[in-house]
């Protein structure tokens, strides 16, 4: 197969913009040849590319609810309270449905700069909890999604199999989600099998009330050693409040005492930590999976970021429960919300002169990529060709230069800045559009009409 090359005015490698790049696209792989040389056959792509951004954290059936759970109940409202209006909802999805809500999200995503999405999917059998007849149904349908979007997918099945840290049996409306861990590894050995380029299986276990520690000990004992592994945690204090009276130990230091935390590890929210904590998972290599938007909207609370930051650790960026879909509202969020605790204000630049928007960016991109567990997140040869092409015509963008392009993408407002999306070496979004939006959005009404039905 030939390779198709191309040219970028500026690319962003590592932590900085190169200037007049050179990308030979391959196989849906990137070969960087260095400048781009005048006069030789290529295609300019714009004046500012960006790697695609990962998202490492979604449940693709919760984008059909966004917005349907902000009216106030008889009480005080909570994360907890929410999640009872997503478990009513979430009774209602079969594969179909996934299949029509997932890939309008992805779609969404594609056209907002995501390139590749880690589904944390626990949505897997029937509302009785008896298996579909194929058990992998659910999953087949988010997989066949990202594929129709075209977006890259590392697929999560979660394991899901107590109520919280007393072990007590999952209620009536978590029954579907329940999985044996035997019957649990089959489902993953089977996701396995159509793993490449486009698609990476890890596994997650929901969290550390819904699994327990024998479980948690047989899955990983069970998987390779590279494969990716996420994990609720720490998001809420009433979950660290059971853990520390159940375990006598926080959540994440019960982790980090229990199990073998690194590289492959995603600790999604983490959202409350102590300092040992914080030291802990900045140590262990593990990426911070944080989800901002989410997070404010459930009430969760604030990572610590500046500590983590400056203890060495990886962040990545999520956007959960699709309340918003954009990677620039989720980190303008993560710094927005270290300025309303700190009362400063570019808290995430740790030193004189750094910008706040290319370290957050640079960090979510290779925490991104370490949580997807595939080779993306770069401008880099051998990396999957996954780029973005702003509006370097956007009047937001208007008399800026390459030192300022990455705060005003991220700190002027909502206006839509990318323009063209490459995933996997194929153009799926041009001019803002997606290149299939029309037909999966009118799929997508007739299902979400159909379950509020």
Not at 90 to 116: C, F, N, S, W
Request: proline share 4%; charged share 20%.
């Amino acid at each position: 197969m030939s390779t198709s090359m191309y040219r970028a005015d500026h690319a962003w490698q590592g932590n900085r913009w190169n200037q007049d790049m050179a990308l030979g696209v391959r196989d849906g792989r990137l070969a960087i040849d260095g400048q781009a040389i005048a006069g030789e056959p290529s295609i300019r792509l714009g004046k500012y590319v960006l790697p695609g951004m990962p998202n490492l954290h979604s449940h693709a059936f919760q984008r059909a609810m966004a917005g349907m759970a902000e009216r106030r109940g008889p009480g005080d409202d909570s994360f907890w309270t929410w999640r009872e209006t997503m478990y009513g909802f979430a009774q209602r999805v079969g594969p179909d449905d996934l299949k029509a809500i997932a890939a309008q999200l992805y779609v969404e995503m594609l056209k907002a700069g995501y390139t590749h999405v880690c589904e944390f999917h626990y949505l897997h059998h029937q509302p009785d909890g008896s298996p579909w007849p194929d058990a992998a149904a659910m999953s087949q349908a988010v997989v066949e999604a990202a594929e129709e979007a075209g977006i890259g997918l590392t697929i999560l099945p979660v394991l899901y199999m107590t109520g919280g840290f007393d072990g007590r049996p999952l209620g009536e409306r978590q029954r579907r989600f329940g999985h044996t861990v035997e019957a649990y590894l089959r489902l993953v050995q089977s996701l396995r099998d159509g793993d490449g380029m486009h698609k990476t299986t890890g596994v997650a276990l929901h969290s550390l009330r819904a699994v327990r520690p024998d479980a948690i000990h047989a899955v990983l004992g069970a998987i390779p050693r590279d494969m990716p592994v996420h994990i609720h945690i720490a998001e809420q204090m009433p979950e660290v409040e059971e853990c520390l009276s159940e375990r006598g130990c926080r959540p994440v230091q019960w982790l980090l005492d229990n199990v073998q935390v690194d590289a492959r590890w995603c600790l999604v929210h983490a959202t409350h930590l102590d300092a040992g904590e914080t030291r802990g998972l900045a140590q262990s290599g593990a990426v911070a999976g944080l989800c901002p938007t989410t997070e404010a909207n459930l009430g969760d609370g604030v990572f610590p970021l500046a500590s983590f930051i400056d203890q060495g650790g990886v962040l990545g960026i999520g956007s959960d429960s699709h309340i918003s879909v954009s990677p620039v509202e989720e980190l303008r969020w993560l710094e927005y919300g270290q300025r309303l605790v700190a009362r400063q204000r570019n808290v995430a630049a740790r030193h004189a002169g750094q910008s706040v928007g290319e370290s957050l960016f640079a960090r979510s991109l290779a925490g991104g990529a370490a949580a997807s567990g595939t080779a993306i997140g770069a401008i880099a040869t051998g990396a999957r060709a996954d780029l973005v092409v702003l509006d370097d015509l956007a009047p937001v963008l208007a008399a800026r230069d390459a030192a300022d392009v990455m705060d005003s993408f991220i700190f002027s407002g909502n206006v839509p800045l990318v323009r063209d999306v490459m995933a996997a070496g194929q153009w799926v979004v041009r001019d803002g559009q997606h290149i299939d939006q029309s037909r999966i959005a009118d799929r997508y009404r007739l299902a979400v009409e159909r379950l509020k039905a």
